[in-house]
């Protein structure tokens, strides 16, 4: 009998009841009545219990596979099977997609770790921007893992194409910081200011075109606190930030053209390509928080 089978599998373990209650986040009242055969669990419930047994669902039914199953119960057992086997996958991309979080974020805390301890800046720069790349290469090739998009092909090539911009421009910023720091040195005060520029606004005008088609993920865009936990807030973010871009472009090349301090222009032109985005979507989050209590 199940209720038999379920009390063996258990202590063939080593739970107790109270600890099984607690893996499968019922009360132990609960698994004392599917021992004693009081209630049985449910199919969802079932499954869940095959795993974390380590045992075959139709074990625990009861049905001895070397033998025909009678056909009342054939497609029962075949719809659980299935079930299980789901289960079981997405549980297995779920821990290689941990694993792969927990590499890009290992990298991440690398690169900035080298970047404080290393004093010497070419071998600095070389280090902690290969740490970045690896770690954008990872996030490359398990998009699909990371972002659970893969039957979604359009949206997925975007945030292909999306992380390859980052990588391609990393990879250039790298080449001239390591030019301008050997004897290679090519870069006037002058130029070095044009092409900071250059840059910045290829990253907003990439920003502004692909943002409103983004996704939504906790990979690639303007990841905030608020954004990340609600679709609709992502959306509105990430509109926002495509009308924007523009704009501020072209105020941004008239600041630069005309206020000595470009620092202080880059870094006021970047807070409100960032701030307005997040400030509008942080006020839309906490409205709809508000009127969903």
């Known amino acids: 009998m199940i209720s038999e089978n379920i009390k063996n599998a258990r202590k063939k373990k080593g739970l107790s009841q109270e600890e099984l209650a607690t893996e499968l ?39 001895n596979t070397q033998k025909q199953v009678p056909s009342n119960l054939d497609p029962e057992l075949s719809r659980l099977k299935a079930e299980f086997a789901d289960l079981t996958e997405k549980e297995a991309l779920r821990k290689q997609a941990v694993k792969k979080r927990e590499i890009i974020l290992f990298l991440s805390f690398l690169a900035m770790a080298i970047s404080l301890a290393v004093k010497n800046e070419v071998v600095s720069v070389l280090l902690a921007g290969g740490c970045i790349l690896t770690a954008t290469a990872v996030l ?6 990371l972002t659970s998009l893969p039957a979604e092909p359009a949206k997925l090539s975007l945030l292909k194409v999306t992380t390859l911009f980052h990588a391609l421009l990393l990879a250039l910023t790298i080449a001239i ?18 092409l900071a520029a250059a840059l910045i606004s290829a990253v907003m005008l990439f920003g502004g075109i692909v943002s409103p088609k983004l996704p939504f993920n906790r990979h690639t ?15 509105i973010a990430h509109k926002v930030l495509g009308y924007l871009s523009l704009p501020l472009i072209l105020l941004f090349w008239a600041l630069t053209c005309t206020v000595e301090n470009f620092e202080a222009v880059s870094l006021l032109t970047l807070l409100l390509w960032i701030g307005v985005p997040g400030g509008i979507s942080l006020v839309f989050f906490l409205k709809k928080w508000h009127n969903n209590r």
């Not at 490359?140 to 893992?145: D, F, K, T």
Request: charged share 20%; glycine share 6%; hydrophobic share 40%.
């Open 25 to 63: 986040h019922v009360v132990r009242q609960t698994v004392s009545k599917w021992e004693t055969g009081a209630s049985v669990p449910d199919a969802t419930m079932l499954l869940l219990l095959a795993k974390l047994l380590e045992t075959p669902p139709e074990q625990l039914l009861g049905i």
């Open 140 to 145: 490359y090739r398990n998009l699909p893992q």
């Open 177 to 194: 910081v390591l030019l301008d720091k050997t004897a290679l040195t090519f870069l006037t005060e002058g130029t070095e200011k044009w």
């Open 221 to 235: 865009g303007l990841r905030l606190p608020w954004t990340v936990q609600d679709e609709e807030t992502w959306h």
